[in-house]
T-cell receptor
Framework: GAVVSQHPSWVICKSGTSVKIECRSL??????MFWYRQFPKQSLMLMAT?????????EQGVEKDKFLINHASLTLSTLTVTSAHPEDSSFYIC???????????FGPGTRLTVT | GENVEQHPSTLSVQEGDSAVIKCTYS??????FPWYKQELGKGPQLIID?????GEKKDQRIAVTLNKTAKHFSLHITETQPEDSAVYFC???????????FGRGTSLIVHP
């Protein structure tokens, strides 16, 4: 089946620093990738939709200057959390939409802890 | 926007029993109806999906049924096993965007 990887799987950073999370579709091309945030025991909250070669579309309430998304190729999207603060600590999950089946495949998630 | 409700929020069954989780949606344009399984500390995994032109789909112990008139679809798991214990999410989407709206999740606990 289709595989999506995320790197790193977990990261601890100091308040004020920036963190980059990579999302890759390993065996298929994804024109569209999604970024989600999930708090403990809650559902997934869509942060933004990114299309290859164009600017990401952010959901209401998500600061685009804080959560920078770059979809540089059909297999790679990155999320950069800039000037991270403890309230940004969360589980970040990406997904990639198969351009063939239109099924969505999720990465394993990245646990971000900001101290 | 789409309003999605998922019931129950928690479901506890004995191994071997069946489990049913229901998802109700509001957008009549929804045409893609997936179910995801999420284990603790992992990303969601697509386990079964159905599109609007089909009423039922089955894959071994898992099935999904769709009632477009009533705007709900359900996940059915038969002969449950402890490894089925996880949180299950429905996430219907509409049109060509395939942007899903996730339900709140159902925590399924299968007791050995």
């Amino acid at each position: 089946g289709a595989v999506v990887s995320q790197h790193p799987s977990w990261v601890i950073c100091k308040s004020g620093t920036s963190v980059k999370i990579e999302c890759r579709s390993l065996d298929f091309q994804a024109t569209t990738m999604f970024w989600y945030r999930q708090f403990p025991k809650q559902s997934l909250m869509l942060m933004a939709t990114s299309n290859e070669g164009s600017k990401a579309t952010y959901e209401q309430g998500v600061e685009k200057d804080k959560f920078l998304i770059n979809h540089a190729s059909l297999t790679l999207s990155t999320l950069t959390v800039t000037s991270a603060h403890p309230e940004d600590s969360s589980f970040y999950i990406c997904s990639a939409l198969s351009g063939v089946s239109y099924e969505q495949y999720f990465g394993p998630g990245t646990r971000l802890t900001v101290t | 926007g789409e309003n999605v409700e998922q019931h129950p929020s928690t479901l506890s069954v004995q191994e071997g029993d069946s489990a049913v989780i229901k998802c109700t949606y509001s957008d009549s344009a929804s045409n893609y109806f997936p179910w995801y399984k999420q284990e603790l500390g992992k990303g969601p995994q697509l386990i079964i999906d159905i599109r609007s032109n089909v009423g039922e789909k089955k894959d071994q112990r898992i099935a999904v049924t769709l009632n477009k008139t009533a705007k709900h679809f359900s996940l059915h798991i038969t002969e449950t096993q402890p490894e089925d214990s996880a949180v299950y999410f429905c996430a219907p989407s509409a049109g060509g965007s395939y942007i899903p709206t996730f339900g709140r999740g159902t925590s399924l606990i299968v007791h050995p």
